[in-house]
Structure formats: structure tokens, C-alpha cells
């Protein structure tokens, strides 16, 4: 169940617990903080916009799929892009080179928006 909050700060609260199933370690009136993965990250009160025309962050995941199918149950929608070299299909694309350094030859992706038109993303290495 999805609660309306005209704050953008309980939006994104409710979005990140409801659909992505992280609370806050820490909070202000300002912002919230996250801890994922062994990484912390802020989501913040901004005077700012943010264009949502690139990831500003993304996850690893060890399996896409499942987490693709998981956050669909939870009324994630994931979003269709269609960029030089590579083209999403039922939400996933398959992207040749990413990771090198990783060992990995590319990676498969998904992305999606936050509450707040945040642009993020999820990625699985391929090896």
C-alpha cells in the first residue's frame, strides 16, 4: 500500500522502504541516511531538480532477473531505453564492455525512478 505525502522527503521514504525494502540507519530533518551493500548513501532535501536524464546511482546485483521480478511485485515499473549500442527488452538490456575491471566482458541492466524522478539503476556483471 502506497501512501500519498505531499513532502518530497516522506515520499521518497516510503518509496525506498515500500519498493526497495531499505530504512534509514540515521536521520535529520534534512535527509535520511541508507546503508546498502556495506555502502552508505544520503537522500536529501535538495533546492535543485534533478533532469532524470542519467543514472544517479546505481546497484550490483548477483541476479538480475529475480530482482527485476521482485521489484515489479512491488510496483517498481522499469523504464525503456534505447541508447547508442544497446536497447532495453522486457526492461533488461544486455550491454558489451562494461565492467572491465572487473573481469567481467559487460553487464545487464535495468533502470528505474524513484519517487522523485531519480533515475537508478540495476546491473549484473557478465562474465
Known amino acids: 500500500m502506497t501512501t500519498e505525502h505531499t513532502d518530497p522527503l516522506a515520499r521518497a521514504r516510503s518509496f525506498y522502504a515500500e519498493k526497495l525494502?531499505?530504512?534509514?540507519?540515521?536521520?535529520?530533518?534534512?535527509?535520511?541516511?541508507?546503508?546498502c551493500g556495506g555502502v552508505d548513501f544520503a537522500v536529501f532535501r535538495s533546492t535543485g531538480v534533478s533532469p532524470g536524464t542519467f543514472t544517479q546511482m546505481a546497484f550490483e546485483v548477483d541476479d538480475l532477473d529475480s530482482v527485476v521480478t521482485e521489484l515489479r511485485r512491488r510496483g517498481v515499473v522499469f523504464e525503456d531505453v534505447n541508447a547508442p549500442g544497446f536497447h532495453t527488452r522486457d526492461g533488461i538490456a544486455e550491454i558489451e564492455g562494461n565492467y572491465p575491471s572487473k573481469g567481467a566482458r559487460g553487464?545487464?541492466?535495468?533502470?528505474?525512478?524513484?519517487?522523485?524522478?531519480?533515475?537508478?539503476?540495476?546491473?549484473e556483471p557478465t562474465r
Open 107 to 123: 553487464e545487464r541492466a535495468a533502470w528505474f525512478r524513484d519517487s522523485e524522478g531519480n533515475l537508478m539503476g540495476i546491473g
Open 21 to 35: 525494502g531499505l530504512e534509514p540507519v540515521d536521520e535529520r530533518p534534512g535527509g535520511l541516511l541508507y546503508r
